[in-house]
């Protein structure tokens, strides 16, 4: 079984940054990748970016391209999503998530273990 708990949100004005992290607990190892998705209310839940294991691959969704870095430590099980020049659409609820697959997916059905999720909203 693997935990996943992020932290990081909040409050953030248009135009801000923020890190979000993912902390992992239980048996995960290099032959699992990891994902930041996201939801806002009344959207379906969307693919924001995902790495793989080793941290030499990294996919975004075309929303975040150009503003958002995706990066692991593998030594202490942490996942980030660093976003930059955030906007309103931005606001919804970014979860991490963790499959046993060593590349990479955009497809939420591929993983199978989830954070609670953490609340970032952009306004002024």
């Known amino acids: 079984q693997v935990q996943l708990v992020e932290s990081g949100g909040g409050l953030v004005q248009p135009g801000g940054s923020l890190r979000l992290s993912c902390e992992a607990s239980g048996r995960i190892d290099s032959s699992y990748s990891m994902a930041w998705f996201r939801q806002a209310p009344g959207k379906e839940r969307e693919f924001v970016a995902a790495i793989t294991w080793s941290g030499g691959s990294a996919m975004y969704a075309d929303s975040v391209m150009g503003r958002s870095t995706i990066s692991r430590d593998n030594t202490n099980n942490m996942l980030f999503l660093r976003m930059s020049s955030l906007k309103p659409e931005d606001t919804a609820v970014y979860s991490c998530?963790?499959?046993?697959?060593?590349?990479?997916?955009?497809?939420?059905?591929?993983?199978?273990?989830w954070g609670q999720g953490t609340q970032v909203t952009v306004s002024s």
């Open positions: 998530a963790a499959r046993r697959v060593i590349g990479h997916s955009r497809w939420y059905g591929d993983y199978a273990y």
